[in-house]
């Protein structure tokens, strides 16, 4: 396929595009709506909104004020796509800002079940997020983590490898996103096992990072043993890794899709160079 062929597949499916009712669904929110989502909102603090994240182009910001020492009663929202049912699937969103002073997990949500009862304290989902530990208080890590969620539940799975996904503990590797850099989360399910990436959209290269053994990798890993969900919708959501503070997430170019997928792997490639075009221009 010629490089204007494939420019104008990522063009598609970055300005909000539904191909048949599971086949792919992409979301660049400068429709300044949500109509197709369903907002997980369980406390009347939360918010949705559509802030102008460039000249001509809106995010999705999901946010909520700071809550109690509880899981269950303090910050947290979440969205995703309604009425759409994937098993193996690839779902990716960029992530574009973020309040630094909240510690939180940010990231997108795969084969989200529904409805989210308000009472839970997470939506049932697997979850590809990126933590900021570190970078709010100074101990801990920065760091990448696949999350099997449920209502009562976060479970890390790592297949043993607890260390991966961790930024600033290996030389050479990544230094960790930051709030106000332009970042693309991948997370893949297929039956029980999932893979998270992140991308750094300033360079258009995969961000690398602990692998588990002390060694760099671009991409981390995980298993449930118990296969909690077979299929489900996707999304994005945000909530707090400690118990006391907000939340704040911008995130923005949504696009889920049945694995495998050409168009999928296509856009991995093309969206570093369209936004390494796009800053070029820009100068």
């Known amino acids: 396929m010629k490089t204007k062929q494939l420019l104008a597949v990522g063009s598609l499916a970055l300005t909000g595009f539904v191909l048949g009712a599971n086949a792919q669904y992409s979301d660049n929110f400068n429709s300044g709506t949500d109509a197709n989502w369903t907002r997980w909102t369980p406390r009347a603090t939360a918010t949705v909104t559509f802030p102008t994240v460039s000249p001509g182009n809106l995010g999705y910001e999901l946010a909520d004020a700071p809550g109690t020492s509880s899981f269950f009663t303090t910050a947290r929202v979440a969205s995703y796509v309604t009425g759409l049912n994937y098993s193996d699937f690839r779902v990716a969103a960029d992530l574009v800002n973020w309040n630094g002073s909240d510690e939180m997990q940010m990231g997108v949500l795969g084969r989200v079940q529904s409805p989210i009862p308000n009472s839970g304290a997470f939506p049932g989902s697997y979850a590809l997020v990126y933590i ?47 709030p106000g850099g332009q970042y693309r989360l991948f997370l893949t399910g297929t039956g029980n096992s999932f893979r998270g990436q992140i991308m750094d959209l300033s360079t258009g290269l ?45 995130f923005d170019n949504f696009l889920v899709v049945p694995e495998p997928s050409s168009t999928f792997l296509a856009l991995i490639g093309l969206t570093g160079i369209w936004f390494v075009r796009r800053q070029r221009q820009r100068r």
């Open 132 to 178: 900021n530990r570190f970078s709010v208080r100074g101990n801990g890590t920065d760091q990448l983590r696949i999350l099997q969620l449920a209502p009562n539940a976060a479970n890390f799975l790592s297949d043993g490898l607890g260390n991966q996904g961790q930024f600033g503990v290996v030389a050479g590797g990544s230094a960790a996103p930051h």
């Open 206 to 250: 995969f961000m690398t990072f602990n692998d588990g053994n002390g060694g760099l990798t671009d991409f981390i890993h995980g298993t449930d043993p118990n296969s909690t969900f077979a299929s489900g919708s996707a999304g994005v959501g945000t909530f707090v890794n400690t118990l006391t503070p907000g939340v704040d997430t911008t």
